[in-house]
Structures are given as C-alpha cells and as structure tokens.
Nanobody
C-alpha cells in the first residue's frame, strides 16, 4: 500500500520558517520524482515545486516560492522535505506531497493527507 504522510505544519509568524516532511512507504521512493503542492479552501491545487529522482537533486519551483522554499529528499529514509523560509501570509495553505514531476505523466498519482501551514501574526 502506497502511503505518504506529511508532518511539520503549524502556526508561524510572517518571516518565520517551517520544515515539512513527507514520510513515504509502499513504493520505490528513490526512483520517483516528487513534488509539493498546496491548496486553500475554494481554490484548486497550486504546484509549489518538484525534485528529480536521478540523484542530481535537480529542483524546480513556482515563481511565488522561488528563493524562499527548498525541496530536498533523503532516499535512504524514503522522505521528502520542504524547507520554507521568509513565510508570508499568502503561503497559508494545506501542503501535500505528491508523486511525480509537475507537468509529466503520472504527476499526482499518489498524494498524502496534507499538513496545514498557517502564517499569521
């Protein structure tokens, strides 16, 4: 059974930082490109960024988070990470890890249950 379990969300003040984790099981994590997406009530999912599975650690980010967010992975631990710095109120959303590279076949085939991030003073 494929499982993706996000954690690390919470309430943070503007300009603060959070690091999200996505623990996975049930598939060969190291062979999958992975992504983070976020969603707010009443809106569709917004792609945050993706990381390649080829060992290069190559990443791509949405313009709204580039320079503030960093995606990384630990293939030995089957875990995906999202380091979020300089958080803004507009970053408030439910954050999900998903399998696949944004725009590629198979993107979003599996998704976790999400972790809530709230940025507020």
């Amino acid at each position: 059974e494929v499982q993706l379990v996000e954690s690390g969300g919470g309430l943070v003040q503007p300009e603060g930082s959070l690091k999200l984790s996505c623990a996975t099981s049930g598939f060969s994590f190291g062979t999958y490109d992975m992504s983070w997406v976020r969603q707010t009530p009443g809106k569709g999912p917004e792609w945050v960024g993706s990381i390649k599975s080829d060992g290069s650690g190559g990443t791509h980010y949405a313009g709204s988070v580039r320079g503030r967010f960093t995606i990384s992975r630990d293939d030995a631990k089957n875990t995906l990470y999202l380091q979020m710095n300089s958080l803004k109120e507009e970053d408030t959303a439910m954050y999900y890890c998903v399998t696949g590279m944004y725009g590629s076949p198979g993107y979003g085939a599996f998704r976790g249950q999400g972790t809530q991030v709230t940025v507020s003073s």
